[in-house]
Nanobody
């Protein structure tokens, strides 16, 4: 059973940057892609970005050009580099895989104006 541990969240001012990390543990041999999602207060969880095992990346429109998803296969870690953060990016950020596994606890990102 794959477990996911997110880290790197914090509080930054608008325009700042953060880099989130996701370290899956357990068997990942059947994972086709890794994803980042977020859930803002009072809202549903939403997809943010995906990176396939082949390195193809996809982003939701509102973060395109500001966020970059990447992976370090040697470290078995997936990253989300977030630049030019906006207050509307405030949320708990989660990683997951395709196929989906149990959600981790996420990491909180707070962007102040």
């Amino acid at each position: 059973q794959v477990q996911l541990v997110e880290s790197g969240g914090g509080t930054v001012q608008a325009g700042g940057s953060l880099r989130l990390s996701c370290a899956p543990s357990g068997s990942i041999s059947n994972i086709n892609a890794m994803t980042w999602h977020r859930q803002a207060p009072g809202k549903q969880r939403e997809w943010v970005a995906t990176i396939t095992t082949g390195g193809i990346t996809m982003y939701r429109t509102s973060v395109k050009g500001r966020f970059t998803i990447s992976r370090d296969n040697a470290k078995n870690t997936v990253y989300l580099q977030m630049n030019n953060l906006k207050p509307e990016d405030t949320a708990v950020y989660y990683c997951n895989s395709i196929p989906t596994v149990s959600w981790g606890e996420g990491t909180l990102v707070t962007v102040s104006s």
